[in-house]
Every structure is written in structure tokens, then in C-alpha cells.
């Protein structure tokens, strides 16, 4: 409708009509909704609440700021999660209702790219449709990327680590460079501050064989594996010969973590109960033991036949660092608190902080300090062996002199006694 001066007005409301009321958000709400959406793709108004104003309890200021996005076009509801299963006002239907969920559009994409201060190649899609479906698997990729963010529910489990920036969701890595095959990433995270330069999640939601999760273990190994020409560096038409003029893949993606091997996966289980989830994660560590187990080295000569009686070392080099836990370990304590099981040889069987679970064990570095507090353990054994040698030697020879003496005595004593014994002639007398 427009006026006599040609300008757009709203329609007047009918008699005895409320005039609708555009809803009201401040633009600190609506800022940090889109920087959630720019990293979850797809969400719930009170998945986005807990992330980004974990003190509430009621998600309608964040309700508002999502109508006050859609008025602008710059969000819009899509679908809506799947509700508790059974029929409405049974007694035995209990669970998390259906809520709606939301997307960015293009614009809003756009927006978010602004707000995280990212190019649009680090952004991805707006995740068109993903809400059609009920969105099942961003469901937990969300709770995941909100438990690593806020920490555990417990009380006096530690506080989360790193924020929103430090997070993109469904990043593809290309294993080829045609880009046919590749490993889609859940979840990446990026915090040198928080001690972790480059993390890689996957969640699992029990829907697959475990051998499908292990074999990505495996894709994650080819992708830190592949090597290409660095970035810049023109091409000559020829082939590479093994490593020469190549660097990692992965390192012309992210910045150098400036530690030692391949970055860490973390892999997170969900969808089953506990007892299910514990044997999914023995299947899969053994289905991909070529991919995280250390190879052994053992010193023989150490008196040992074998690596487990004497000293060794393990080599993790080109082997994927894995880490696993539940999603229900991990929002009941977060990752700083003892959910994470490394997957390695003699790591026992208790969980372990994030940060004690990415650190190696029995590494070449701990065996050659080993060798040499061996070393300088049996070179003072041999000092005071040498010293006591000594010792005694000093004292066999005060010995042998004192009694050498007394033999010298003794037999210029004798030989006076003969002397005195002898006859003298009247000369002598």
C-alpha cells in the first residue's frame, strides 16, 4: 500500500484488530546469532542461547533476534528437529520436544563472514535444506561444539576452551588433487592459546558399522599424508620425486602448529547407550590400529627379549594422534576434564584431560633421557667401584709396608741375637 506521496506503508490493522508488532532485539542479539549460525550452519534458538548466553534460561531474546533476522532476510526457519517418539498424550512419550530449527540465507552468510571476520572461502554453504530432515547429525555436532565452548554441567567441572572463532563445521579436505575423494570434516578447531593448534572432530552417532568410522580414521591419515607443490612455487610440468620441492597438504590449509606430527582427530560417540558405546570404541581402535599405533622400538641389548621387560620407545611419526570420547562424558565434565581415552599402547584404561591425552608417551625424547640417566648412573657406579678399588689398594699396600717393616725388624733382631749368642775372643772381651 502506498500513500499519496508514493511511499510504502504497512496495512492499517482491521477494526477491532491488534496491530502485529515487529519484534524487538538488541544488536549485540542479533550479532551473536549470526556468528553462531556462521559456525553451526544450522541450529535451534535454544542451541544458540546456551552457546552464546549460557547464563539464561529462557531463549527469548534469542527467539526475538531470529524473527527480528528473518524480517531483514537475513535468517530463516527451516524445518524443525524430530520430537519424542510416540503419540501426542501418551504417558510414555517423554523427551526433547520438536523445536525450529534456522539457517543463514545468502545474505546472512554474508553477514556472519563479516561478524567472525572470515573470507567466504572459510565460511562454506548455508546448509540449504539441512533442516528439512530434522537435521540429526548437527544436533550433536552442535552439543559437541557448545560443551567444548561453556565446559561441563557438573559442578566444579572445568570451564570450556576457546570461543566461537576458534570453530568452522562441514570442512571438506581433499584427498586428490581432482578433489573426486575427500574427508568432510564435522567440526575443526583452532586455539594455540588453549594448546590446541589444529583439532579435528568427528561426531558419531552409531548409525554406521564400526568399520565405516575407522576408515576414516584412515582418510584423516591420507590427508596428513599428501603432499603437494607449495602455493606460489611455479609449476615446471614435471613430476615430484618423493618429498623433494613438496610440503603437507594440510599445512597449505592451516598455519603450522609448531609441534611435532600430525594433528589430532577426536572423535566423539553418541547414539547408543554406555555399554555400546564403549564396545563401538574398542572396535574402532582396533579396526584402525594401522593408523594410531606407535611403532616399537626395543632396547634389546638392556637386558630384555622383549619390548615390554626392558626399555623401549614408541615413533608416532606419520600416525594419526586419535582421541575418543562420548558426548555425554564430554557435557558432563568438558574437554579440559577426564573424558578423552587416548588411543595408543600403554595408556591404561582411565580417561584423561584433552590436553594429557595429546601428549605422547613413552617417546624416543623420554628414552634417550632414560639412556642417559642410565648412563650417568653407571659411569658413578664405575667411579665408586674404582674409588673403593682404590681404597682397598691403599690400604693392601699400608699393610705390606707396615708388615715388610716388621720383617726388616725381625730379622735385624735375629741377626743381633746370633751376633750376642757368638763366642767372643779375649780381644772382644
Request: overall charge positive; hydrophobic content about 40%; aromatic content about 6%.
Amino acid at each position: 500500500m502506498t500513500d499519496r506521496a508514493g511511499s510504502v506503508t504497512k496495512p492499517r490493522a482491521k477494526a477491532g484488530q491488534k496491530e502485529a508488532r515487529r519484534p524487538r532485539a538488541t544488536v549485540r542479539d542479533q550479532a551473536d546469532v549470526l556468528r553462531a549460525l556462521g559456525v553451526l550452519k544450522v541450529a535451534t534458538a535454544t542451541q544458540i542461547m546456551e552457546l552464546v548466553r549460557p547464563h539464561l534460561s529462557d531463549n527469548k531474546a534469542i527467539r526475538n533476534a531470529l524473527l527480528v533476522l528473518k524480517a531483514d532476510k537475513l535468517v530463516v526457519a527451516e524445518g524443525s528437529t524430530a520430537g519424542p517418539a510416540g503419540k501426542f498424550g501418551t504417558p510414555d512419550r517423554v523427551g526433547e520436544p520438536s523445536r525450529k530449527l534456522w539457517r543463514l540465507t545468502p545474505a546472512g552468510l554474508d553477514a556472519a563472514a563479516e561478524k567472525l571476520g572470515r573470507g567466504p572461502d572459510e565460511m562454506g554453504g548455508n546448509a540449504r535444506g539441512a533442516g528439512i530432515g530434522g537435521a540429526p547429525h548437527a544436533m550433536p555436532v552442535n552439543a559437541t561444539v557448545t560443551a567444548f565452548i561453556c565446559g561441563g554441567r557438573a559442578p566444579g567441572a572445568p570451564a570450556g576452551m576457546g570461543g566461537l572463532e576458534a570453530w568452522r563445521t562441514e570442512v571438506p579436505h581433499a584427498l586428490s588433487s581432482s578433489g573426486k575423494r575427500n574427508v568432510r570434516s564435522d567440526a575443526v578447531f583452532q586455539d594455540k592459546a588453549a594448546g590446541v593448534p589444529l583439532l579435528m572432530v568427528e561426531v558419531d552417532r552409531a548409525t554406521e558399522p564400526a568399520h565405516v568410522l575407522a576408515d576414516k580414521v584412515g582418510s584423516y591419515a591420507d590427508l596428513y599424508a599428501r603432499r603437494v607443490r607449495p602455493p606460489g612455487m611455479p609449476s615446471t610440468g614435471r613430476g615430484t620425486i618423493g618429498d623433494l620441492n613438496t610440503v603437507p597438504f594440510w599445512e597449505t590449509l592451516y598455519p603450522r602448529t609448531g609441534l611435532p606430527g600430525w594433528p589430532p582427530l577426536a572423535i566423539v560417540l553418541t547414539g547408543a547407550g554406555p555399554t555400546a558405546l564403549d564396545n563401538r570404541m574398542r572396535a574402532v581402535a582396533q579396526l584402525s590400529r594401522e593408523f594410531w599405533a606407535g611403532t616399537e622400538h626395543a632396547d634389546y641389548g638392556y637386558r630384555a627379549t622383549a619390548p615390554e621387560d626392558g626399555d623401549f620407545y614408541l615413533d608416532f611419526t606419520a600416525k594419526v594422534p586419535l582421541v575418543i570420547t562420548t558426548l555425554d562424558l564430554l557435557q558432563q565434565h568438558g574437554p579440559m576434564g577426564p573424558v578423552w581415552f587416548r588411543v595408543a599402547q600403554y595408556r591404561g584404561t582411565q580417561p584423561e584431560p584433552l590436553l594429557q591425552a595429546l601428549t605422547d608417551t613413552h617417546t624416543a625424547a623420554e628414552y634417550r633421557q632414560r639412556r642417559k640417566q642410565r648412563k650417568r648412573a653407571a659411569e658413578a657406579a664405575e667411579a665408586e667401584k674404582q674409588r673403593r678399588e682404590a681404597a682397598e689398594q691403599r690400604l693392601l699396600d699400608e699393610q705390606w709396608k707396615r708388615s715388610e717393616w716388621f720383617e726388616k725388624r725381625k730379622r735385624k733382631m735375629k741377626k743381633l741375637a746370633r751376633q750376642w749368642d757368638e763366642p767372643k775372643t779375649a780381644d772382644e772381651r
